[in-house]
């Protein structure tokens, strides 16, 4: 009886299931081409797609949705998150990892995953529970069984930082507090924090390579170049990805000597920083929303120009990058802002230089390709038919992306307006 509920549980947490669709959109962006496709059809058949263009027939028994001023898209994917925090206006980021209990933490989760895949992500990398230990790997194997709705993640657990160097600090000396991370000391401790969270289901691993010591302080390096070297040589030894935080110019050069694969922020990085990254197609997460919401959280910026200085700071590394050539990575590590508002970021990336069409493709196709999914990230026959089409065109303004109209993941549609 127990098995009986449980089943039935699971098929109403799941999406419409997959059948065979033809959707009819104004335009098609295919996820590489700047320009849109007017008057294309996108032909899904169970959890891929089919054939694209302007002359699809619809096959006997497909459910034809009409989608006029629209544009069908790939489903964006989220390069930066924390789907175990939310807003720091709601709750400091101490507060959370400190006194928050993981069934809360937990069930906060669910929700937020759910409102990123209706808001049209159907892939996210979550890179770090803060606190929260392997529960994202929970969270993941929940949404692969259907028992819960949300995007496809890729999760990195616990994130790995020098011993003493994170949070919650502020404390009597000598108490154990516990850590938003997995604390190293030495290259035997970095190896085996790899392993640890490789068994617990990461499929990134997570190093910072500088952070604040001290409250106050300006970030310095924190885990050396032989750490730093090890481990991400251990990662890649599990088949797994590497994501470095770092923000200062000597953290960020350490994590491109130690073959990372992505760097998270880049607030401090140079013109030398950038060609490094470049030579080595070693791409930026810039993460440009969260120092917006940073500035308007704590700093009362209301959103108006000029920006606070440390806004400007980020858009500056970001626009040294583009010109470097690095590879941008969209993410905005949603969790300091609203998880559903993860466009947040893409709008940010547009008023910072780059043009609309770029920030499209990093969100699709471009993310697809930093984070080796060679699945998804186009509107091309044979990938998995994750889709969305959103009202306007968002190649032109990338705003267009809050509109959602239709979200489609696998070929099953997890939302349909009226």
Not at 79 to 92: D, I, M, Q, R, T
Not at 126 to 148: H, P, R, S
Request: charged share 20%; with cysteine; hydrophobic share 45%.
């Amino acid at each position: 009886m127990r098995l009986m509920s449980l089943l039935i549980a699971a098929l109403i947490a799941s999406p419409v299931s997959a059948a065979t669709y033809l959707l009819r959109p104004a335009q098609v962006f295919d996820g590489i081409d700047p320009r849109p496709h007017p008057g294309w059809s996108v032909l899904v058949d169970g959890d891929r797609i089919a054939a694209v263009g302007p002359n699809v027939a619809a096959p006997a028994g497909a459910r034809i949705i009409e989608l006029p001023g629209t544009t069908l898209m790939p489903g964006m994917i989220e390069g930066h998150s924390h789907l175990f925090l939310h807003p720091y206006n709601e709750a400091k980021w101490d507060d959370q990892v400190l006194h928050e209990p993981l069934a809360l933490r937990t069930a906060r989760a669910v929700v937020q995953a759910e409102r990123t895949l209706d808001a049209g992500f159907t892939t996210e990398r979550d890179l770090g529970t803060e606190g929260a230990g392997f529960a994202d790997a929970g969270l993941k194997q929940a949404i692969d069984q259907g028992i819960v709705p949300g995007p496809r993640l890729l999760v990195a657990t616990k994130a790995i930082v020098a011993r003493g160097a994170y949070g919650p600090k502020g404390y009597e000396p000598g108490v154990a507090i516990p850590q938003g991370a997995q604390e190293v000391a030495g290259v035997d401790e970095t190896i085996r924090a790899v392993r640890d969270q490789v068994a617990g289901g990461a499929d990134i691993v997570k190093f910072y390579a500088d952070y604040h010591w001290g409250k106050g302080e300006p970030s310095r390096p924190t885990l050396s170049q032989a750490e730093l070297d090890a481990g991400v040589a251990a990662a890649h030894d599990a088949g797994r990805l590497v994501a470095v935080h770092a923000t200062t110019a000597e953290g960020m050069m350490r994590a491109v000597r130690a073959g990372a694969d992505t760097i998270e922020h880049g607030y401090g990085g140079t013109a030398d920083v950038f060609r490094a990254m470049a030579a080595k197609h070693l791409a930026l997460c810039p993460t440009i929303a969260a120092s917006e919401a940073y500035a308007r959280y704590f700093e009362g910026w209301n959103g108006q120009e000029p920006a606070p200085e440390t806004v400007q700071q980020n858009r500056r590394s970001f626009q040294l990058a583009m010109k470097a050539g690095v590879p941008i990575c969209m993410g905005g590590d949603v969790g300091v802002f609203t998880h559903g508002k993860n466009w947040l970021e893409m709008e940010a990336m547009q008023r910072a230089g780059m043009p609309a069409p770029q920030v499209m493709i990093a969100a699709t196709s471009g993310n697809a390709g930093i984070l080796h999914l060679s699945d998804r990230g186009q509107v091309k026959p044979g990938l998995l038919a994750d889709l969305v089409a959103v009202e306007g065109d968002p190649t032109r303004d990338v705003s267009a992306v809050e509109h959602v109209r239709l979200v489609m993941k696998g070929g099953a549609i997890v939302r349909e307006a009226k």
